[in-house]
């Protein structure tokens, strides 16, 4: 039985342990954090503020690409004190060894640089000081792939359980005390979502997703699909006779869904033996799954990364669902419209040096009574690339059209994180349309 991965993580965006999500209204623009150092009496003399995308204070802030980070640095003096500089850094890594591909740094202070007030003092003094600042994040980062710099979009943060590979993004306030001294530093990690959404799809899906009307297919609507090449299954029936029948699947265009969203599927059986199109069409019988592969080695940015290694991992996603269309079949042919469910707790597609998710759609042998493969087939029948985005096209929502006695039951998920991440969908997301 194939394992389906459910709802059990928000991807990039991890509470704090205890944490929880309080209901918000879906207009909040964010959450304010405070992060802060105390000392041996419980003072809080250093406090990092930051205001996020976050729907709670009690999760990492969240910021999306073309974000500001916006915050002020806090430090209440108790006695006179020398400092060197106070220094904010900006960071992020990827890989099991954390191999840095983002340093930001910004001073805020030292001896020679005004105060807020206008001020410049040798040392700080006892007092309340504070330092707004603003981070702007760029869009792209040179890293070095398989030994040539290359530029590459800031890939999202990535974090999940019995996974060895990360990309983490934290802050860090470094408070420098000079020679024979040791620093003080304050962090905290930050979840980054690079806004990526399909192309728009065909008008004729726009009006079906808009009105909430019926998809018209491939015939009706060829602009709108990706027509896969077509395929012979051939069989035996109930042991006694071979039988023929050929296939055709298509999915909507463009070859990208957003996570949250469906993915529109379309499939048509051809052949003389009706008996064979009954067992083959019938939606029990049909397995066609959305796998993701995570490469983690030098080649992960290769379309032909190292599937066979100790760091090439696939998992299957999600099943598809389909059923059958009303007076679209006929003598000789047999026509289901089918989805895919992204689920919103999905990574979005990336590929990045020694960092990759792909998604992918895999056709596999028929399973239906009375019916059985020959020669027998083990591998998958289709395999077609697809791109999964984080936000949805403009103005666009792929909704599910699966009739309830239809929809996909998921198979062995873990349900335990999944009312964070409906609190943090239904109260407004990460605030972008």
Same mark, same amino acid.
């Given at each position: 039985m194939d394992h389906i991965e459910g709802d059990n993580e928000l991807p990039g965006y991890t509470p704090q342990a205890g944490s929880s999500v309080a209901p918000l209204n879906a207009?909040?623009?964010?959450?304010?954090?405070?992060?802060?150092?105390?000392?041996? !009496?419980?003072?809080?003399?250093?406090?990092?503020?930051?205001?996020?995308?976050?729907?709670?204070?009690?999760?990492?802030?969240?910021?999306?690409?073309?974000?500001?980070?916006?915050?002020?640095?806090?430090?209440?003096?108790?006695?006179?004190?020398?400092?060197?500089?106070i220094v904010t850094a900006t960071t992020a890594s990827t890989g099991q060894v954390g191999q840095g591909f983002l340093v930001?740094?910004?001073?805020?202070?030292?001896?020679?640089?005004?105060?807020?007030d206008g001020s410049v003092v040798?040392?700080?003094?006892?007092?309340?000081?504070?330092?707004?600042?603003?981070?702007?994040?760029?869009?792209?980062?040179?890293?070095?792939?398989r030994k040539e710099k290359k530029r590459f979009p800031?890939?999202?943060s990535f974090t999940e359980r019995a996974s060895p590979a990360y990309i983490n993004y934290r802050i860090t306030v470094i408070i420098k005390r000079g020679a024979l001294r040791v620093n003080q530093t304050l962090t905290t990690n930050?979840?980054?979502?690079?806004?990526?959404?399909?192309?728009?799809?065909?008008?004729?899906?726009?009006?079906?997703?808009?009105? !909430?009307?019926?998809?018209?297919?491939?015939?009706?609507?060829?602009?709108?699909?990706?027509?896969?090449?077509?395929?012979?299954?051939?069989?035996?029936l109930f042991g006694a006779k071979r039988g023929n029948v050929d296939f055709n699947l298509a999915l909507a265009k463009p070859l990208s869904y957003a996570r949250g969203s469906a993915m529109p599927l379309w499939l048509t059986f051809t052949g003389a033996d009706e008996q064979a199109l009954d067992l083959l069409a019938n939606y029990q019988a049909i397995r066609i799954f959305l796998k993701r592969s995570l490469a983690t080695r030098s080649d992960a940015t290769s379309d032909y990364a190292g599937k066979h290694s100790a760091d090439f991992f696939i998992r299957t996603m999600a099943r598809a669902v389909f059923w059958p269309i009303r007076d679209a079949s006929a003598?000789?042919?047999?026509?289901l419209q089918g989805e895919v469910k992204l689920k919103n707790a999905f990574k979005q597609s990336v590929v990045f040096p020694r960092f990759s998710v792909r998604y992918y759609l895999e056709v596999h042998p028929f399973e239906a009574v009375g019916f059985v493969h020959t020669p027998?087939?083990?591998?998958?029948?289709?395999?077609?690339?697809? !791109?999964?985005?984080?936000?949805?096209?403009?103005?666009?929502?792929?909704?599910?059209?699966?009739?309830?006695e239809y929809a996909e039951e998921p198979e062995n998920l873990d349900s335990s994180i999944s009312l964070l991440e409906n609190a943090f969908y239904h109260h407004g997301g990460y605030g972008v349309s």
């Amino acid at each position: 039985m194939d394992h389906i991965e459910g709802d059990n993580e928000l991807p990039g965006y991890t509470p704090q342990a205890g944490s929880s999500v309080a209901p918000l209204n879906a207009l909040t623009p964010g959450s304010e954090h405070t992060i802060s150092l105390e000392d041996s !009496n419980g003072h809080k003399w250093l406090l990092l503020s930051l205001k996020s995308r976050a729907p709670s204070p009690e999760f990492w802030p969240v910021f999306c690409s073309g974000d500001l980070i916006s915050g002020s640095l806090t430090l209440d003096v108790l006695k006179s004190e020398s400092s060197k500089a106070i220094v904010t850094a900006t960071t992020a890594s990827t890989g099991q060894v954390g191999q840095g591909f983002l340093v930001i740094e910004k001073e805020l202070w030292n001896p020679l640089m005004a105060l807020p007030d206008g001020s410049v003092v040798p040392k700080l003094e006892k007092g309340h000081y504070t330092w707004p600042f603003k981070i702007a994040l760029p869009n792209e980062t040179e890293v070095l792939d398989r030994k040539e710099k290359k530029r590459f979009p800031l890939p999202p943060s990535f974090t999940e359980r019995a996974s060895p590979a990360y990309i983490n993004y934290r802050i860090t306030v470094i408070i420098k005390r000079g020679a024979l001294r040791v620093n003080q530093t304050l962090t905290t990690n930050f979840a980054y979502v690079p806004i990526t959404k399909p192309e728009l799809p065909s008008p004729m899906l726009q009006k079906a997703c808009k009105e !909430n009307i019926p998809f018209v297919g491939p015939e009706g609507d060829p602009e709108g699909w990706y027509i896969l090449p077509p395929v012979t299954v051939t069989g035996t029936l109930f042991g006694a006779k071979r039988g023929n029948v050929d296939f055709n699947l298509a999915l909507a265009k463009p070859l990208s869904y957003a996570r949250g969203s469906a993915m529109p599927l379309w499939l048509t059986f051809t052949g003389a033996d009706e008996q064979a199109l009954d067992l083959l069409a019938n939606y029990q019988a049909i397995r066609i799954f959305l796998k993701r592969s995570l490469a983690t080695r030098s080649d992960a940015t290769s379309d032909y990364a190292g599937k066979h290694s100790a760091d090439f991992f696939i998992r299957t996603m999600a099943r598809a669902v389909f059923w059958p269309i009303r007076d679209a079949s006929a003598t000789g042919k047999r026509v289901l419209q089918g989805e895919v469910k992204l689920k919103n707790a999905f990574k979005q597609s990336v590929v990045f040096p020694r960092f990759s998710v792909r998604y992918y759609l895999e056709v596999h042998p028929f399973e239906a009574v009375g019916f059985v493969h020959t020669p027998h087939v083990s591998g998958p029948l289709l395999t077609q690339p697809v !791109n999964v985005t984080s936000f949805h096209a403009t103005g666009i929502v792929m909704r599910s059209f699966a009739p309830p006695e239809y929809a996909e039951e998921p198979e062995n998920l873990d349900s335990s994180i999944s009312l964070l991440e409906n609190a943090f969908y239904h109260h407004g997301g990460y605030g972008v349309s």
